[in-house]
């Protein structure tokens, strides 16, 4: 084999700007079903936390099951058009259709109606989501064997996803109900219509330019699901990052979840200001872990933004009002870190795999971590209103559909706590669980070489 055979591919920039398309339109449906989701169902239709609890229960077991096992069907998946590209594409009309039927739900047909109509059109929106999401993911470590590579898609993934999560509090924010406005949800409703084609196009329009290395395709051969399993769950590098990523993941989902209550009731100030204060020091931040994944590698990266993130969050129920947007800014920069590097840990993973069961099983990996981390979004989800009913929240619901802006302190406090303390404690924990993450040095050095020799192989095998 020529030394050229051992280089990992490389992208040009057009290559990455498509890429990131696709999480345009995924993070735009995502951002607005986890910032809506709870303020919707609770606030606007005045469903009870008990049905949210149990919805999340449910939704929770539902994604234990379908992660791991659409992660390897995808593994072991063998059409013309490969193993990823063709679930995104033609799963994409689903999802929109799915996420629309979210918010039509009958509001004047009581709360039993109400609770199977949200947790119907969870489960099925989850399914179409999460189908595109593990694939979309799963290709990432399969395109280029280098961690800057890598971090270049994730990048340009980090910033269109980013683009499309602040679009899901924007547009939103303008159509849904507030004070001195008509309480109809239907301007709303009709706006999440939008929402979810525009959402499933720019899927599309990324699967009609990305193409799949066929090698993984047509030279690896599928391993049974017996030893699928004992493979994933034998990584200490893939149970380190797994955990890591849980706290990540409560993190953003009680951040997504309680932004409108913050602005609407703690700040009483317009939504865009704080997310503003969120979002620009995030963007701003994203390029910015090329530079210290240089210095410090990918995983000692990951462990610098997470604690900067944490101390922003943990700090917000203390401060005086004014330097919550400080918090949530210093929060903001710092979260750029699981924003871009997640995925990049992963891919690292997969190359170790890869070394051990001789094939790409990405989906196996990315599965198992929804198994384990999706539960995150659950236990935020059935959070939120629990905290706010024990501490004493007012519902426009109980107020004849108008905003309560005399909240009790016990509420802002609680509203406070679910955006701050809880999440801030959950990302310092994982930034301590990334110092028993094992590729690091010049282990991952060789990890590195060693695929790159493998993939040489293969695709030699290929021409064949």
């Not at 919550?324 to 992963?346: D, M, Y």
Request: charged residues 15%; hydrophobic residues 50%; contains cysteine.
């Amino acid at each position: 084999m020529s030394k050229a055979e051992f280089q990992p591919v490389h992208l040009t920039f057009g290559y990455k700007v498509v890429w990131g398309i696709a999480a345009l339109g995924t993070s735009f449906i995502s951002g607005t079903y986890g910032a809506l989701l709870p303020i919707f169902y609770q606030d606007y239709l005045g469903l009870s936390a008990q049905w949210i609890t149990i919805a999340s229960a449910v939704y929770a077991i539902w994604n234990a099951l379908n992660d791991p096992l659409f992660g390897y069907i995808t593994d072991n998946t063998r059409f013309k058009l490969g193993r990823r590209i063709p679930y995104m594409r033609f799963t994409a009309p689903f999802l929109a259709l799915t996420f629309i039927l979210v918010w039509f739900a009958p509001a004047k047909a009581g709360e039993t109606a109400l609770f199977v109509w949200m947790l119907t059109t969870m489960l099925l929106y989850d399914t179409a989501y999460t189908i595109i999401g593990l694939v979309y993911s799963a290709l990432l470590p399969e395109v280029s064997e280098s961690d800057a590579e890598r971090n270049g898609l994730q990048i340009s993934s980090s910033l269109f996803g980013l683009l499309g999560t602040l679009l899901g509090f924007i547009v939103p924010d303008f159509f849904r109900p507030k004070a001195g406005t008509s309480p109809s949800v239907l301007p709303l409703q009709m706006a999440m219509i939008a929402v979810g084609i525009l959402s499933a196009a720019f899927i599309v329009i990324t699967t009609l330019k990305v193409r799949e290395r066929p090698e993984f395709t047509k030279v690896d051969k599928p391993i049974p699901l017996g030893r699928a399993l004992r493979l994933t769950f034998t990584s200490k590098a893939f149970l380190v990052l797994v955990a890591q990523n849980f706290m990540s993941i409560l993190m953003s989902s009680l951040v997504l979840g309680v932004l409108f209550y913050l602005a609407d009731y703690v700040l009483q100030m317009n939504t865009m200001i704080v997310l503003a204060c969120v979002f620009i020091p995030l963007i701003g931040g994203v390029p910015v872990t090329t530079l210290i994944r240089r210095r410090l590698g990918v995983a000692g990266a990951q462990q610098l933004l997470l604690l900067i993130a944490g101390v922003g969050l943990i700090a917000i129920p203390f401060v005086p009002g004014p330097f919550v947007l400080v918090c949530l800014a210093l929060a903001g920069f710092g979260l750029s870190g699981p924003q871009t590097l997640t995925n990049v840990l992963f891919g690292q993973v997969a190359d170790e795999d890869e070394l051990r069961s001789g094939v790409r099983r990405e989906g196996a990996f990315f599965g198992v971590n929804a198994l384990i981390t999706k539960p995150a979004q659950s236990i935020a989800l059935a959070l939120i209103p629990i905290v706010l009913e024990a501490t004493k929240f007012v519902t426009r619901e109980a107020n004849n559909g108008q905003i309560f802006l005399d909240q009790p302190a016990s509420a802002l406090f609680g509203i406070k706590a679910l955006i701050g303390l809880i999440p801030g404690t959950a990302l310092l924990i994982g930034a301590g669980l990334l110092f028993f993450y094992p590729l690091r040095g010049k282990y991952l050095e060789s990890v590195k070489e060693k695929v790159l020799a493998l993939h040489a192989e293969k695709h030699a095998k290929l021409g064949q």
